[in-house]
Every structure is written in structure tokens, then in C-alpha cells.
């Protein structure tokens, strides 16, 4: 089945997207992907015009999501979003498209991360008296801090906390001058900017005398791109609704 897809962005992710969504085949050696059209997300005109998808990938910047929420509803295509730095109220207006059309969000589409999601989930609920810290590292282009994989990486423990009846964590983004003794409620997260770096995230669980660390590290952005196209052929076969990469993915 080829499947028509859409692009959003038109950085290096939108870039390789493109080239590796180009050159993929079957065993059969005919083309999985047709692209259909590379969108710059702020500009409206284009956006209106651009020729319907089955699936539009978007990897562009949070303030172009009402170019890509009218793409998507006039079109009636799937959804795989891979932007940061979302609002509140913009990360519910996306969760509220899946009314309507497929969607799926993340803040990182590498299989390897989803596993550490995993794993964190798991050390929280082993060392609940461990003081947590995140450190996430990018390349000095990276717009967002923290970056949307550091987010879900809080949020696996908030919501692991929660599934046990713990309170939530107060998450503190970075420390500086006389911040006083680490309070017992905090969760620690920082942000690292330099050179190329495709992305780094460690996570440390810190107790009397001993601690724990997972860490992730992206050799290249060719992981995510592998994951958001394998999402894509996934996600144009469900019903609409809101998915976690996940869910669709292993789920």
C-alpha cells in the first residue's frame, strides 16, 4: 500500500524525512511513501493549497500548529506530530484533533527512549525514597529547553508516583546561588546546548550511599525518522483518537 504523506518543517528532521521516506521500498522493491508536499507551517496560503495526504508528519515549531491543525481537518489525514515546546492549551487543542482523525504525539520517536520510559517507570516504583534528576544534552541549535523527551521522562515518574498513591514531584529547572539543601519533593531538570549532539538524556536516582543511572544517547537523528515513518504506516489504519507512540507502537 503506498501511503501519501505531507511534511511539516523544513529543517534537517523535515530534510532527512523526506530522503529516507523517498528511498523506502517493499520487498517487492516498489515505493511505501509518496511525498505529497513539503510545507513551511507558518505560511497559511500554503498550507490551504497544499495537496491532501494520507498522513501529514509534522516536525515544525509549536507556533505553526494552527497551519497544521487546518491542514488536518480539511484534509481528513492522520497525524504524527513530533514538535516541542507546546503550551498547555496548544497540546490540548492537539489531543482534541484526535476527535476527529488519528492522532499521535511525541515528544521523542526512538524505540530505545520508549524503553527507558519503561525502565524509569520501574525504578520509581523500586526506589520511591530516591531523590530523581534529569539532565537532557542537544545541539546548540535546539530551540526548547527542556526538550520534550525530558518532559515525558518527568512525566513517567509523576505518573508512577501517582499510580502509588506518592504525591507529585516539584520539578526544578536547574539551581543557582544559595538555593538551600535539595528539598525531598523535588525532581531536578537540566538542559545542556552544544555542537551537533543528536540528543542525550539521563536520568539518576540518587539514595543513601548508592545510585542509578539510565541513559539514552542518539547517535543521529536517523532513529527518529525511522520511528515517525513506522508510526505513520501505523497510525493511517486506526480510528480516530489520541495515541501515545507507545500505545501504537507496542500496544
Excluded at 154 to 182: K, N, Y
Excluded at 184 to 191: K, L, T
Excluded at 205 to 223: K, V, Y
Amino acid at each position: 500500500m503506498l501511503h501519501r504523506i505531507a511534511l511539516v518543517g523544513t529543517g534537517r528532521m523535515g530534510s532527512l524525512i523526506r530522503t529516507t521516506a523517498a528511498a523506502a521500498r517493499t520487498p517487492e522493491d516498489t515505493p511505501v511513501f509518496e511525498v505529497v508536499a513539503c510545507l513551511d507551517g507558518s505560511d497559511a496560503d500554503a498550507m490551504e493549497s497544499a495537496a491532501a495526504a494520507d498522513v501529514l508528519i509534522d516536525f515544525s515549531h509549536a507556533s505553526c500548529l494552527a497551519g497544521v491543525a487546518a491542514y488536518v481537518t480539511r484534509c481528513r489525514c492522520a497525524l504524527v506530530s513530533g514538535t516541542t515546546g507546546y503550551t498547555p492549551e496548544q497540546a490540548a487543542e492537539l489531543r482534541a484533533l484526535g476527535a476527529d482523525v488519528p492522532v499521535v504525539w511525541s515528544g521523542n520517536y526512538s524505540i530505545g527512549v520508549a524503553a527507558l520510559r519503561h525502565l524509569v517507570a520501574q525504578a520509581t516504583r523500586e526506589l520511591p525514597g530516591f531523590d530523581v534528576e534529569i539532565v537532557e544534552c542537544h545541539h546548540n541549535r535546539k530551540a526548547d529547553a527542556p526538550s520534550g523527551t525530558a518532559s515525558m521522562l518527568v512525566d513517567a515518574v509523576q505518573e508512577t508516583r501517582a499510580s502509588m498513591g506518592l504525591d507529585a514531584l516539584s520539578p526544578v529547572f536547574g539551581r543557582e546561588g544559595l538555593c538551600g539543601p535539595r528539598a525531598a519533593d523535588e525532581i531536578g531538570v537540566h538542559a545542556v546546548r552544544g555542537g551537533t549532539v543528536a540528543g542525550v538524556h539521563t536520568v539518576g536516582f540518587f539514595g543513601p550511599d548508592e545510585e542509578i543511572t539510565l541513559t539514552h544517547r542518539a547517535a543521529s537523528r536517523q532513529i527518529f525518522v525511522n520511528g515517525a515513518l513506522a508510526a505513520a504506516v501505523k497510525l493511517v489504519e486506526r480510528p480516530a483518537g489520541f495515541y501515545t507512540f507507545d500505545a501504537l507502537m507496542f500496544g
